[in-house]
Each structure stands twice: as structure tokens, then as C-alpha cells.
């Protein structure tokens, strides 16, 4: 996720300066608005979001998804709820590895903490206050027994008893909610076809849940910020492989004091639901404001997220990049960096040309004109995003062009420019006459916009 995106913030900018910052940044997350549209999310919290009063703040950026079109199921703990409960009524608590032994008095915790818990939720998502986010939402919230669950048993040497795991979701159910537009809200509460009640882990709902509905995205919103490598830094995003690696990292210290506790559940369910075919889990902090919207709606982003692939992917347009070609050009033939193409030119032309995509948005571009008679190209039309620059992608871009260039048969590229000299020059290309180029070439070159010549031996 790299590159920084505007962050609006009026106390920090000058009244006449903010409606540009605004219509940029609004400009910015339109790719994305359109990527979740229709999409379906899993989105988990736990109770400390409640009890902490930070479900408020949630309330309103789950609206605006679902004003977006996004199909929302929403996943629940209620850990400092039912400890609250148990310390009042007196009675033990005890874990087997981060496990809640549930006997007879802790479940009568559990649905009393998560009955309370939900209430509150669907009384949250009610509000409708006039000149609030909530106004004119109209949302409804549909839960239930959505989820079937089977006992863990003895772990350990020690039997869970009430404590029990997902057996199965309620597909058809909760889709038939979904698409009359219905939130749905599933608690950590499972039960079986004989009636009993298990009490489930936040983590093993959302995670089944997610890869149960073919979900495009399941979302963790927790104690820490995201993924750290051994740096101490934040890693924007990171395959199922890097992940893995992380664990085995973690693993082997013999103190995990300077690792969140949270990422130690999260981390091994984010790669189970990507390894079960869910698109992207996002692990969050949940003590960000705004940070759900920050996560999915700007290029940086602002936690951790999980694909089973990298992002990125060097390959030949096709006629469906045009409307994204045209979106990443067109800022810099306004400013006079790159000659105004037409859509109807690009449509003729989109053989020519390669593109950089970014979790499927186009961030790069490039094209090869032939010479043949030469075994020269022309490299046209280099550019990269401006939120994408400087970190790497225009030598990755340029190194994948020349090896096309060579795949080809071509010996020579050359490229015209007026503002991107010195790039060049940094990376191999000699500046030359314009009688360097291909005499074809010659008859086109364009005396008013006086370009460079710039060239390169393959």
C-alpha cells in the first residue's frame, strides 16, 4: 500500500485550501468505492469495542458501506464482557491456551455478556439522529442461529466442556439477509442440533464465516496496528507465504513480549481464510478512528493486509485497461509531461502497450512502438501514478520493457521526452540527435514540443 493519500484534516489546513484536498482525495478512493460495491465483508471486533465506547465511531463508517452497497456481516466477541460478569458472580476463571473453559456458571456468563453485547449493537445501528452520519440510514440488523457448533472437548488434559468451535455457517440463511440489504450480526455462540449452547472464540466465527460465504474480504479490527517485520515496521501488505514466515519468526523467540497478543490469534486465522480462498484479510487497529474507511478507501491504507499473491502484476494491456489507461494518463498530458492520446487512438493502439496493476487498479503504464528495420523501439508513454512514485516501480516497469523489447528482437529503445531527462540518463540512455532515430520516425517528430532523444543499446 504504498504511497500517502491526503488526510483531511481542516484543523491543519487553511479554510481555501480544503475543498481542493477534498475533491483529491474524494477523486482518489472513486476506484475503490467501486471495488466494494456488491462485494461481501466480514468485519470482527470485540467487546472491548463496546465497552470502551469506540462502536459509535464504527456505526457510522458501517453505514457508509452499506450506503455503498456493501454487504456487511458483522462478528462480535464479548471476552471483557463475560469476565465482568464472572468476577461479580464470584465465580472461576481459567483458560487452556488462550481457551475459556465454559462449565455451567461461565455459560450462563456467555449468553448474558453476548445477549447484552448484541443488543447494544443492534440498538447503535438503529440511531437515526438527524444530522448524523446514522440520519435517513434505515438499517436493519438481522441475527439468529446462524451458526451450528460441536464441542472441543479435552484439550491438554482438561475438557472445555461448554467451550465448543464452528461446525458449520448457515450459508443460504444469511445470503437470503444479505441480499434483501440486512447487516447481519453473528455472536460467539454456536449451537447443536440437540439443542445445547457452546461458546465459540470471536476469531474461529468470522474466520469460518468468511470462507463459508466465498466473503471478498474478512476484516480484524484489534489491540494492534498490523503485522510488524523484525524491523519494528508496519507492513502494509503481505502474502500468505510472508505471513507464514512471520509465525515461524515468532515462533522461535523465546519471548513474544514485544509481539500484540492479538496478531498471535489473528495472524493463523487471516492465513487459514486466505489459503480457503478469501481475497484479502485486513488486520486493523480498532483504536483508529476513521481506520476501516483509511484501510479501504487510500492507496497506503492503514494496517496489514493478507493475499495469497503479491499485488502486483507486470502484463500486456488489453481493451478493458483503456478507461484505466485514460485515468492515469490524463493528469499528465494536462500538465504537458506526455502527448495527448484519445481513447479512439488507445483502443487502435492497445497492443502496444503494458500495465502496471496494483490489487487490480492500474498504476503503470508503458508502450513499444516498432521499428523493425531498425531493431530500434520506441519507449512511449512511461508513467506511474503519482502515489505509486518513488519506490521502485518505474525501474521495475522500464526493466520489464526492455526485457519485452528483447524478447522481441529489438537492440535499441529510444525514448522522446521534455520533463523526464535526467531519469533516463540515471538508468542507461545516452542523449542523441534527433538523426539517431529511425528515418521513419524522423518524418514525425514534432519540432514545436522540441523533445529529447534519448537512446539505449539493449
Known amino acids: 500500500m504504498p504511497g500517502k493519500s491526503p488526510k483531511i484534516s481542516t484543523g491543519l489546513l487553511k479554510p481555501e485550501t480544503f475543498p481542493d484536498v477534498f475533491v483529491q482525495w474524494f477523486r482518489t478512493a472513486t476506484p475503490y468505492i467501486h471495488k466494494v460495491r456488491g462485494k461481501t465483508f466480514v468485519i470482527a471486533f470485540g467487546g472491548e469495542v463496546i465497552s470502551e465506547n469506540q462502536f459509535v465511531t464504527l456505526a457510522h463508517d458501517l453505514t457508509l458501506l452499506n450506503s455503498l452497497g456493501v454487504r456487511l456481516v458483522l462478528v462480535h466477541g464479548a471476552r471483557p464482557q463475560i469476565e465482568e460478569e464472572l468476577t461479580e458472580r464470584g465465580a472461576s476463571i481459567q483458560y487452556v491456551n488462550g481457551l475459556r473453559v465454559t462449565d455451567d456458571d461461565a455459560l450462563k456468563c456467555v449468553k448474558e455478556a453476548a445477549g447484552t453485547v448484541r443488543v447494544e449493537i443492534e440498538a447503535m445501528l438503529s440511531m437515526g439522529l438527524a444530522n448524523s452520519p446514522m440520519a435517513g440510514a434505515d438499517i436493519r440488523v438481522a441475527s439468529g442461529n446462524f451458526v451450528t457448533a460441536k464441542p472441543m472437548g479435552v484439550r491438554d488434559g482438561v475438557d472445555l466442556q461448554h467451550t465448543g468451535e464452528v461446525r458449520k455457517i448457515d450459508v443460504t440463511g444469511i445470503y437470503r439477509r444479505l441480499d434483501q440489504g440486512d447487516m447481519v450480526l453473528l455472536s460467539p455462540l454456536g449451537y447443536s442440533p440437540t439443542g445445547e449452547i457452546f461458546n465459540l472464540s470471536l ?43 512471520v509465525l515461524s519468526r515468532e515462533a522461535g523467540l523465546r519471548s513474544k ?14 492465513i487459514r481464510a486466505s489459503r480457503n480462498g478469501v481475497s484479502r484479510v485486513h488486520l486493523l487497529s480498532r483504536h483508529v478512528d476513521g481506520a476501516l474507511l483509511q484501510e479501504l478507501f487510500t492507496h497506503e491504507g492503514i494496517g496489514s493486509m493478507l493475499c495469497e499473491a503479491m499485488l502486483e502484476n507486470l502484463r500486456p494491456a488489453s481493451i478493458d485497461d483503456v478507461g484505466g489507461l485514460l485515468a492515469l494518463i490524463e493528469p499528465l498530458e494536462v500538465e504537458g509531461t506526455l502527448v495527448r492520446r484519445s481513447r479512439e487512438l488507445l483502443e487502435m493502439e492497445i497492443d502496444r502497450f503494458f500495465v502496471l496493476e496494483y490489487d487490480g487498479i492500474i498504476i503503470g503504464c508503458a508502450a513499444l512502438y516498432p521499428f523493425p528495420e531498425e531493431r530500434a523501439a520506441e519507449l512511449a508513454c512511461v508513467a506511474i501514478q503519482r502515489e505509486y512514485r518513488g519506490s521502485g516501480r518505474g525501474e521495475a516497469l522500464l526493466e520489464y520493457m526492455q526485457t519485452q523489447a528483447l524478447k522481441k528482437g529489438f537492440r535499441q529503445l529510444f525514448v522522446l521526452t521534455t520533463r523526464t531527462a535526467h531519469w533516463f ?14 528515418q521513419a520516425k524522423q518524418g514525425l517528430y514534432n519540432y514545436k514540443r522540441r523533445s529529447k532523444v534519448f537512446v539505449k543499446t539493449l
Open 257 to 270: 513480549d514485544n509481539w500484540a497478543e492479538d496478531i498471535r490469534y489473528y495472524l493463523p486465522c487471516a
Open 203 to 245: 476469531e474461529d466465527v468470522a474466520t469460518r464465516a468468511a470462507i463459508d460465504l466465498d466473503a471478498d474480504k474478512l476484516i480484524f479490527l484489534m489491540n494492534a496496528e498490523g503485522v510488524k517485520n523484525e524491523q519494528g515496521e508496519l507492513m502494509g501488505s503481505l502474502t500468505v507465504r510472508e505471513a507464514e514466515a
Open 425 to 438: 540518463v540515471e538508468r542507461g540512455f545516452v542523449e542523441a540527435g534527433i538523426e539517431a532515430l529511425p
